[in-house]
């Protein structure tokens, strides 16, 4: 004969609810057993009867392991932070940011030559050290910048040469070229940053005097 399907649903019948919670309460202490036993686990069940009637099983001690379950919800709930110690926490990161702009300022104002009556002569050294390196670090720039406006001309010229030698090859005539003296006496200057390089070509026909 197949058994049919149990709804999930209490049972209106007392004594047919009685011997279903008999049945499935010594099967559930079972299975703790088993698992328990099999597994080497921690076991421990409480069940108590429409009546209140406590049934339980612990494969070692029932208080240890509840107090050890309390231990572990303790310890993996996290901690509650009050309002209170949000706002002074805030304060203390506050303060920590306006001590760190205040001092970057009074470095920058000794960088600049401002406050330096108080500092010590080891201060005085490494304000000295840091300015040195900047300078130097400022003037290798400027050199590579020189270097590439110089670099650009010189493209520019020799875009210019062809573009004459073209002009002079179409129309039959020769291109004028500008000197060594003339080309010595006007070179490229790396003092100044506005320098141009001046050139004696000519783009197009050469007009005779």
């Known amino acids: 004969m197949v058994r049919g399907k149990t709804q999930m649903r209490r049972i209106e019948n007392a004594t047919s609810r009685q011997v279903t919670f ?8 079972k299975k703790a057993f088993e698992l328990s036993v099999l597994c080497d686990a921690e076991v421990a069940l409480i069940i108590f009867s429409p009546r209140g009637k406590l049934y339980e099983f612990a494969s070692s001690s029932m208080q240890e392991t509840i107090e050890r379950y309390r231990r572990h919800t303790r310890s993996a709930q996290p901690v509650p932070r009050s309002d209170e110690q949000n706002m002074q926490n805030l304060k203390q990161e506050t303060a920590s940011l306006m001590k760190k702009i205040e001092l970057l300022e009074a470095s920058k104002r000794k960088l ?27 003037r290798a720039r ?12 010189k ?5 210019l040469l062809a573009e004459n030698a073209r002009l002079s090859e179409q129309y039959g005539t020769e291109p004028q070229k500008a000197t060594k003296d003339q080309r010595e006496n006007q070179p490229y200057a790396e003092s100044s940053p506005s320098s141009e390089v001046e050139t004696e070509l000519f783009i197009g026909l050469h007009r005779s005097s």
């Open 155 to 159: 493209e520019k010229e020799k875009a």
């Open 112 to 138: 600049l030559g401002d406050g330096l009556g108080s500092c010590s002569l080891e201060e005085l050294q490494q304000i000295e050290q840091q300015l040195e390196k900047s300078v130097s670090t400022v």
């Open 22 to 29: 008999s049945k499935r309460r010594n099967g559930l202490l």
């Open 142 to 153: 400027k050199t590579q910048v020189y270097k590439e406006q110089i670099d650009q001309l």
